[in-house]
Each structure stands twice: as C-alpha cells, then as structure tokens.
C-alpha cells in the first residue's frame, strides 16, 4: 500500500521481522578521521534469531560482517560491534541483520499507516575530522 491508499485489506501482524541499531554513536557524531572508532549496537532477528550483522560505509555497495555478542535466544536482542577507520569527510554507516531464516532488513520500508514491521536499513551520518 501507499501512503494515502485507502479500502486496502489489511492483515494482522503474524510475524517479526530483523532489526538492527548502533546505540554508541549519535547520528551528526564528529569522529577523528583515520582513526579506528568503535561502532556497537543491538540486533534482533525476528522470530528466527540473528545470524549476522553487517556493516556498509558505501551506501550499501560493499558489506562486512560485525561481530556478534552472546546469542540468547531467538527472540532476544544480540549484541555486536566493529570498529571503523573513515577517511575525513562525511561517513554513512548503514547496519543491516539477517535472520536465522536468512531474512535481511530491506533497503527501503514496508510502508503502512501504522508503522507495523517497520525495519528498513537505517543510516547514520557521521562526520570524520
């Protein structure tokens, strides 16, 4: 559905989906250029567990795996960081999950009124100096 589209049949939630976040570093962070700085946050993977979290500071071009904090359970958050060493300028740090089931954030939103599912890549723009 689109934004505005109404008479849609809608379907209750019967799943989760995998979401990921950095919780370290403020989105507009300064960080020092060609330094290594630690980059860390949380993962869930749905109703499957997380498999994976990787890390892309090329608009999504090239990925690289995060390690992963102690796993839990499928339902629980997981734990992961990396470090990254960004060249001066602006950086967008994207963090995508893949679940047990080998389901992955998706680029862009599964749009809907309420929000439900919502688990995009999300970016966050940083400012190496």
Request: one cysteine or more.
């Amino acid at each position: 559905m689109t934004p505005g589209q109404a008479g849609v049949k809608m379907v209750p939630i019967n799943r989760m989906v995998p979401r990921s976040f950095a919780t370290n570093l403020k989105d507009g962070a300064a960080i020092k250029a060609g330094a290594a700085t630690a980059l860390r946050g949380i993962a869930f993977g749905g109703a499957s567990g997380v498999k994976s979290v990787d890390i892309s500071l090329d608009g999504g071009a090239t990925w690289r795996p995060a390690t992963l904090g102690s796993d839990e359970g499928k339902y629980s958050f997981r734990q992961w960081q990396t470090d990254i060493t960004p060249s001066a300028g602006p950086v967008t740090v994207m963090v995508r999950c893949t679940n047990s089931d080998g389901l992955a954030q998706p680029k862009t939103m599964n749009w809907n009124p309420s929000g439900f599912m919502h688990n995009a890549i999300e970016s966050l723009h940083l400012t190496a100096a």
